[in-house]
């Protein structure tokens, strides 16, 4: 196939004033109030529970090299120099917690960037300090790490660059926080007003009316009034929760939204089910039970790593085998593979059935499963017992111990025969 458009033509298309890609990382909630990606994860228990359900159940998978023999085979490697690097990427970071912040950078930033440090390894670098420099528009050439004393400019080539979807510019990733938005803001504002309800000991609020023809009040008596009031009937006041004793016939005026006109919990439970859609996650996995039963949660925790998961493993391993693979020497046939096997084999049960239906035999031998309880061996314990009913070539499996139907019908008929 003969490409005739060059990448200097489409660029030619489209110049950019500045080299530096414009990068956003805040979110404004609320009048003259504005926080950071981060600051919504610490702060807003929603983003932090989906954010971690996702890093958790990423990280604990392995992530195996394996070398293509043919299209039909292929070995595990395990003394290649990349399946020692992803083993453990750096002497103080693990192969678990390297994974973990990958996906919550993405999770929250939608960019994730490891750096290749010689002698050292894979070195997470902070998406809040990272700034991209390029003069094109299809990839990133430099990344600028900000930091007190001031930056380092590092080329594209010893970064590793994970990065989701963003219409406007392709080279940086569009967080998540952009779109969730509102519903974070509405968020906000309610453990706002719920914080500040706690706060004045969740008493009555209103607000005091004096009759007309009450005694009239100076300065000095109503500012007496106004903070009696509060140091005894609010807050942690001697006699919070009492019943306040009115003067010169004042009434109290109820002026308050009350917890059930609040919906609080069903607005909490409704941040949860928008921050989970927005990164795909079925409702059960995140504590949303409202619909879920014993078997529609067991299909959807199988699903969760084929539809919720499997695109982000996906992108995560093609990464790695685009920005880090050509490094190393005798990787031309390499690939990566995260061990999704592991999560889908199913209970103790269903594999040790599957297990016997397939050898069509025991697959023990008693010794074996006297060591699993923890019992000592046995002699003549170490042969696999051969039930009379299994025979080499003959059924197929302990449990197909029931004649054919055919064989069944035949012995029938003789013996009517020899009735007769």
């Excluded at 003394?79 to 912040?101: K, V, W």
Aim: aromatic share 8%; with cysteine.
């Amino acid at each position: 196939m003969a490409f005739v458009v060059s990448q200097g033509i489409l660029e030619s298309v489209h110049q950019y004033q500045t080299a530096t890609i414009p990068v956003g990382g805040a979110v404004s909630l609320a009048d003259g109030l504005a926080q950071d990606y981060a600051t919504i994860w610490k702060t807003q228990p929603q983003v932090r529970t989906v954010v971690s359900f996702l890093a958790r159940n990423i990280s604990q998978l392995g992530l195996h090299v394996f070398r293509r023999q043919s299209e039909v085979d292929r070995t595990r490697v395990t003394d290649h120099p990349i399946a020692t690097l992803l083993s453990r990427p750096n002497s103080f970071t693990t192969r678990y917690r390297l994974i973990e912040a990958l996906v919550s950078d993405l999770a929250i930033y939608d960019n994730a960037i490891l750096a290749k440090v010689d002698g050292v390894g894979l070195v997470r670098l902070d998406p809040r300090f990272v700034t991209p420099i390029s003069s094109s528009q299809f990839a990133v050439e430099t990344y600028r790490y900000r930091g007190t004393t001031g930056h380092r400019d590092i080329p594209a080539s010893q970064v590793v660059h994970f990065r989701g979807y963003n219409p406007v510019d392709i080279r940086w990733g569009c967080s998540p926080m952009e779109t969730l938005r509102r519903i974070l803001s509405e968020e906000f504002e309610a453990a706002r007003y719920r914080e500040q309800l706690w706060r004045n000991g969740a008493r009555l609020a209103g607000y005091l009316r004096r009759p007309l023809d009450a005694p009239d009040w100076g300065e000095n008596a109503r500012e007496r009034f106004r903070r009696s009031w509060q140091e005894q009937y609010t807050g942690g006041g001697a006699r919070a929760g009492g019943t306040p004793i009115l003067e010169d016939g004042m009434e109290w005026v109820s002026a308050s939204v009350t917890p059930e006109a609040a919906q609080y919990i069903e607005a909490r439970k409704l941040t949860r089910e928008e921050v989970a859609s927005a990164y795909h996650i079925p409702l059960p996995m995140v504590g949303i039970l409202d619909h879920a039963t014993y078997s529609n949660i067991q299909e959807q925790h199988r699903n969760l790593y084929q539809d919720t998961l499997g695109p982000w493993l996906t992108m995560i391993t093609e990464e790695f085998g685009l920005q880090l693979l050509p490094d190393f020497p005798e990787s031309q046939d390499l690939y990566l593979e995260f061990n999704l096997a592991e999560k889908l084999r199913g209970s103790f049960e269903e594999q040790a059935a599957q297990l016997q239906t397939s050898v069509g035999a025991p697959w023990m031998t008693r010794n074996e499963a006297r060591a699993r309880v923890n019992l000592p061996q046995v002699e003549g314990g170490d042969e696999l017992v051969t039930p009379l009913n299994v025979l080499t070539g003959g059924q197929s499996s302990p449990t197909d111990s029931a004649p054919e139907p055919k064989a069944v019908l035949a012995a029938a008929t003789r013996l009517q025969e020899g009735a007769a």
